[in-house]
Each structure stands twice: as structure tokens, then as C-alpha cells.
T-cell receptor, first 115, second 111 residues
Framework: EAGVTQFPSHSVIEKGQTVTLRCDPI?????LYWYRRVMGKEIKFLLHFVKESKQDESGMPNNRFLAERTGGTYSTLKVQPAELEDSGVYFC?????????????FGNGTRLTVT | DQQVKQNSPSLSVQEGRISILNCDYTNSMFDYFLWYKKYPAEGPTFLISISSIKDKNEDGRFTVFLNKSAKHLSLHIVPSQPGDSAVYFC??????????FGTGTRLTVIP
């Protein structure tokens, strides 16, 4: 089966611009997560979708970040306007079921650089 | 405040020897613990897990130990192989599926 795919793999934008990241989860996975890793730090939770609904968005840094998952399939994460501190690697992950021992499957990430 | 800590940013081990990676957590409500492995330019890949009702789980060369009273988790790799060189992340969760990660330990296995 195809894994979690993310696009683009790299993005370099100027401060104040807008960037949209896309994630395609593993087919059939209802749970979709966004995480971010700033260089050398921990992988930090941003938000969690169950199908098209936001289950938990407590990790979203501020209202410059907007995540959507229309139709419960792929998801987008938009940053508008981007700031320097938004630089990092954004990971998407998906899992089949809540609870139990269902590990998250991660994509390769999008490396965002804001200059 | 970070709930999961990996205090060793790096570790070097000779091929064939044991690698021991450590992780400490603060929240006694965590009930499931995982280790992920990450190669450069790739996402984290699930390696091994353990629930809070156990104190050891083994899968081939990889063994995870859980000491709940000390809130400490460790991953043992034996024998270590050059292909094990990667960044290892400890992760934990409570009832929901959201994971809390540590900062990672870069393991280098020297041939």
C-alpha cells in the first residue's frame, strides 16, 4: 500500500508570503495528524483530524495556521502570512484506529524555510 | 514544558555491541510508549512499542524496557549494525492518539 505522501518536499518563501502544504494519508486511515519539528527540537503536535473533523487543534501555534481536510481524505496546512519562526519540517501522519496499539505512519515531511 | 526528555543528543557505538537509548517522561498518565527511527530526509518510522501494563517488549534485536516508578524508558539494540545509524525518538501518549515526542538521540554505529 502507498504510504503517507506530502507535497512539496521543500519550500522556501519570504516572510509575509503564503504557503500551502498538502498531505495524502494512507487510504482508509480516518486519523490524520500534523506535526512540526524545529531544528534540533522535539517533534511537536499541531492538530488531529478524525475524518473531516478537527478532533484536537491544541497544538496550532496561532491563527496564521489553517488546516483543512475536506471530504476526509487529503489535508492541507496553510501558513498565512509566514514568519521566520515558522521554519521547520512539517510532518503529516495517519493511523487507522483511535486507541489500542495503532502506531502513526509518517510522511517524509515538508521542509519549510522562511527567509 | 517538555513532557518527554531524551537527554543524550548523540551516541556512538561499535558494530556488534549494545546500544542503549534512554528516555524520561513526566506524566504518569501516559499509557503507551513507542520508539521511532528516523533517517535523513525521511519521516519517523515506527520501531517498537510497549504498553504501561508491561515492563519489557522484545522484537528481534530491539528490546524496550519500561520502569514506571522511575518514569523511564529505554531501547536496547543488540547487536548494533551500521544500518541502525539514525535518529531515535521516544514518544508517549495518553488515551487519545496524540503523541508527545522527545528531542531525539542520534545513534552512530561504527563499523
Amino acid at each position: 500500500e502507498a504510504g503517507v505522501t506530502q507535497f512539496p518536499s521543500h519550500s522556501v518563501i519570504e516572510k509575509g508570503q503564503t504557503v500551502t502544504l498538502r498531505c495524502d494519508p494512507i487510504s482508509g486511515h480516518d486519523n490524520l495528524y500534523w506535526y512540526r519539528r524545529v531544528m534540533g527540537k522535539e517533534i511537536k503536535f499541531l492538530l488531529h483530524f478524525v475524518k473531516e473533523s478537527k478532533q484536537d487543534e491544541s497544538g496550532m501555534p496561532n491563527n496564521r495556521f489553517l488546516a483543512e481536510r475536506t471530504g476526509g481524505t487529503y489535508s492541507t496546512l496553510k501558513v498565512q502570512p509566514a514568519e521566520l519562526e515558522d521554519s521547520g519540517v512539517y510532518f503529516c501522519a495517519s493511523s487507522q484506529a483511535l486507541g489500542g496499539y495503532s502506531p502513526l505512519h509518517f510522511g517524509n515531511g515538508t521542509r519549510l524555510t522562511v527567509t | 514544558d517538555q513532557q518527554v526528555k531524551q537527554n543524550s543528543p548523540s551516541l556512538s557505538v561499535q558494530e556488534g555491541r549494545i546500544s542503549i537509548l534512554n528516555c524520561d517522561y513526566t506524566n504518569s498518565m501516559f499509557d503507551y510508549f513507542l520508539w521511532y527511527k528516523k533517517y535523513p530526509a525521511e519521516g519517523p518510522t515506527f520501531l517498537i512499542s510497549i504498553s504501561s501494563i508491561k515492563d519489557k517488549n522484545e522484537d528481534g534485536r530491539f528490546t524496550v524496557f519500561l520502569n514506571k516508578s522511575a518514569k523511564h524508558l529505554s531501547l536496547h539494540i543488540v547487536p548494533s549494525q551500521p544500518g541502525d545509524s539514525a535518529v531515535y525518538f521516544c514518544a508517549t501518549r495518553t488515551g487519545a492518539n496524540n503523541l508527545f515526542f522527545g528531542t531525539g538521540t542520534r545513534l552512530t554505529v561504527i563499523p
